[in-house]
């Protein structure tokens, strides 16, 4: 019997990669004004720091007291994040995040005007407050636009350049205006981009809020920004002053200690301010842990290298700036590259590189000399920040995958906390080294040591909490 050959079938070939979703018209303009004020409350936590002396001078404010100005800010930015987060989630993002441009501008103008101390630290506390409730509510307000996926890492990522990019430019820039323009052209410069961003920012944005109404956790929200608060006022004097005040001491025991209960009344309150399952989710607890070590140690390494490059190298402040400033350049094409490797190879494995990459480049400046090392520096911290940079992204993508869009203020809120307090708690902890010991380049050189350390040491811990289980 003959038997009929079928024909042979055609070869199968493998259907071209879907590209990634492009940004409509709109979702660039929303992208612009969420990001232009994160940049602008960026560009706050360094565009004083070189303007300090003249400040100073100018208001008649003592060197050991010169630390209140970028303190009064950093209190009420870093110690109302989470209650502000959680705020925007229950009664509007859109409406909080306005109130805080509102407020952010007008303390801006009020500190560029200020005409007394005690009216430029209020103005700089204002300040603080604005900045508390833009930027969780600015970070909920970019992932609830953009779905989870190509077109929120890459939102992300733009963010997280911009973010970089303002502490860096920040640098540069306020020593050049201070200069050529004097120290409040700085706060009148926030002034202007809070004049931009405000009148644009009602008409992009769409608000946003939970479903549901639950009553806000007040004791919650009394003991963890009761014990934000006392930590970070613990740690910014003591960057000034040491551990050994009593005031210092007493803020320090009663931040721990009002944290401490904080997670006690969390885990009793029907609707708490910060969810313990949350907090349990090894994306968030190991993301978060990535990101205070990256955003701690690269502030400490960034002021031990501007000691060392002005007091041991003899460069000027605007020379330090620029050294600063090839970081930022630097940053830019990190941040083009960091969504294309968490897309590639998943958030979880491009945050453990990002890491240990930082460490390793940070270990690489042991190789700086007495005499020269600026260029060597320079090429090493921007190294280093490429690899920061990119550690920044994946963990605030990291943290904020698998989260509900109503639970996003608060996975949010944790990821500004944890920037702010990084930035906050290193150079208290670790930069201090530098200035106690007999030599300034011998304590330069422990600090970047002990800083390289602990930056792998997390690469390790991240790499491990965040494997995947079968």
């Not at 232009?36 to 404010?61: C, E, K, R, T, Y």
């Not at 968490?342 to 007495?370: D, K």
């Not at 509900?404 to 944790?414: I, R, V």
């Not at 030599?439 to 494997?467: E, F, K």
Request: glycine letters at 12%; proline letters at 6%; aromatic letters at 6%.
């Amino acid at each position: 019997m003959a038997t009929v050959s079928s024909p042979p079938s055609p070869p199968v070939t493998p259907a071209p990669p879907t590209p990634a979703p492009a940004l409509t018209g709109r979702a660039r303009l929303v992208l612009v004004v969420l990001c232009a004020a994160q940049f602008m409350v960026s560009l706050d936590f360094s565009v004083l720091n070189v303007a300090l002396p003249a400040l100073g001078a100018d208001l008649g404010i003592g060197p050991s007291a010169l630390q209140w100005a970028v303190t009064a800010f950093a209190l009420p930015s870093g110690g109302f994040l989470l209650l502000f987060g959680r705020i925007g989630d229950l009664y509007g993002r859109k409406k909080l995040f306005l109130t805080g441009l509102a407020v952010f501008g007008a303390a801006s103008v009020l500190a560029t005007l200020a005409w007394s101390p005690a009216v430029f630290l209020a103005a700089r506390a204002l300040q603080g407050v604005g900045a508390a409730a833009i930027v969780p509510t600015g970070m909920s307000l970019l992932t609830t636009t953009f779905p989870e996926g190509p077109l929120r890492d890459r939102a992300l990522g733009i963010s997280g350049t911009l973010l970089s990019l303002g502490f860096t430019i920040g640098m540069v820039l306020g020593g050049v205006m201070t200069d050529t323009l004097g120290w409040r052209s700085t706060m009148g410069l926030l002034a202007l981009f809070s004049a931009l961003v405000l009148p644009l920012a009602p008409r992009l944005l769409t608000e946003s809020r939970t479903p549901e109404r639950p009553r806000l956790d007040v004791p919650g929200a009394v003991t963890v920004t009761g014990g934000l608060l006392s930590l970070i006022y613990a740690l910014s004097t003591a960057a000034e002053r040491g551990f050994g005040g009593v005031d210092v001491l007493v803020t320090l025991v009663a931040g721990v200690a009002l944290l401490v209960a904080f997670v006690v009344v969390e885990s009793r309150s029907a609707a708490p301010l910060v969810s313990l399952p949350m907090l349990r989710r090894r994306t968030v607890a190991f993301g978060n842990l990535g990101g205070l070590v990256t955003f701690s140690m690269m502030s400490t390494i960034i002021f031990v290298l501007t000691l060392y490059l002005q007091e041991t190298l003899g460069l000027s402040s605007f020379a330090t700036g620029l050294v600063f400033g090839v970081q930022g350049v630097v940053s830019v094409f990190a941040g083009t590259v960091a969504p294309r490797l968490i897309g590639r190879f998943g958030a979880r494995r491009t945050l453990a590189a990002g890491l240990a990459g930082q460490g390793v480049l940070v270990a690489a400046l042991l190789g700086i000399g007495t005499s020269s090392g600026a260029v060597f520096a320079a090429v090493a911290v921007s190294v280093a920040s490429m690899f920061h940079l990119v550690a920044i992204i994946s963990y605030g993508v990291t943290v904020t995958s698998g989260v509900p869009d109503e639970q996003q203020g608060l996975a949010t809120g944790l990821v500004t906390t944890t920037q702010q307090v990084g930035l906050t708690v290193g150079i208290p902890l670790l930069g201090v080294l530098a200035t106690t010991g007999d030599s300034l380049y011998d304590g330069v050189r422990t600090v970047i040591a002990l800083d390289a350390a602990i930056v792998l040491a997390a690469a390790v811990l991240v790499a491990l909490g965040l494997r995947k289980r079968a």
